[in-house]
């Protein structure tokens, strides 16, 4: 996969994937158009996800200011997070001292062009050792908005789970 210094690329088909996870994210979502645009959110079906869940986050984006607001995070998400952020913002989490990928970037990217990212996140462990894992990030409709909404995927089922307590974890961060 060419991955861009900022840790992602635009995912334009499911051969970029490495992992049979986020192949499988990508053809649900790329099957799921209807007259060019993804379905909603609210449409996506989690029957159709079922061996996925666990590593599935939803959530919108708001242009206005420009904020990320996570809905849902599955549960191996919030393990491997070591944190549920279910109702949280992106801007509220303290993820910089584990994660290589700069989040922002990459939502700003997938509103601004509409168009899925597939990438690698390289995690930090507390003592300094590292591992890596393949994520993806693709457009859902929201209202109007063809990108106000985002499926997303972390592929990490090949880690093992006994690495969850070594990994630093997401925090909250303090408020100014």
Same mark, same amino acid.
């Not at 499988?24 to 996506?44: C, I, K, N, Q």
């Given at each position: 996969? =060419? ?9 334009? =088909? ?8 986020? $192949? ?6 790329r099957d ?6 993804? !379905?909603? $959110?609210?449409?996506? =079906?989690?029957?159709? !996800? ?42 509220? !989490? ?13 939502? $700003?990217? #997938?509103?601004? @062009? ?7 996140n390289r !995690?930090?462990?507390? =003592?300094?050792? @590292? ?5 993806? #990030? ?14 997303? #995927? ?18 909250? /961060? /303090?408020?100014?």
């Amino acid at each position: 996969m =060419d991955i861009a210094p900022s840790g992602f690329t635009a995912f334009k =088909d499911a051969g970029q994937a490495s992992m049979a996870a986020t $192949r499988m994210l990508f053809a649900y979502w790329r099957d799921s158009h209807r007259g060019g645009l993804p !379905l909603r $959110r609210t449409e996506v =079906d989690p029957s159709a !996800l079922k061996p996925i869940l666990p590593f599935l986050l939803l959530g919108d984006i708001e242009p206005e200011p420009f904020r990320v607001l996570f809905r849902l995070i599955g549960t191996a998400v919030a393990d491997f997070s070591r944190r549920d952020f279910s109702g949280k913002y992106l801007d509220e !989490l303290g993820y910089d001292t584990r994660d290589s990928v700069e989040w922002a970037d990459c939502y $700003r990217h #997938i509103h601004a @062009h509409r168009v899925g990212v597939v990438g690698i996140n390289r !995690l930090s462990f507390a =003592d300094g050792g @590292h591992t890596s894992y393949e994520f993806a #990030i693709l457009p859902l409709q929201r209202d109007d908005d063809p990108a106000g909404s985002f499926i997303a #995927i972390e592929s990490y089922a090949h880690l093992s789970e006994f690495v969850i307590p070594d990994l630093t974890p997401v925090t909250e /961060r /303090r408020r100014s």
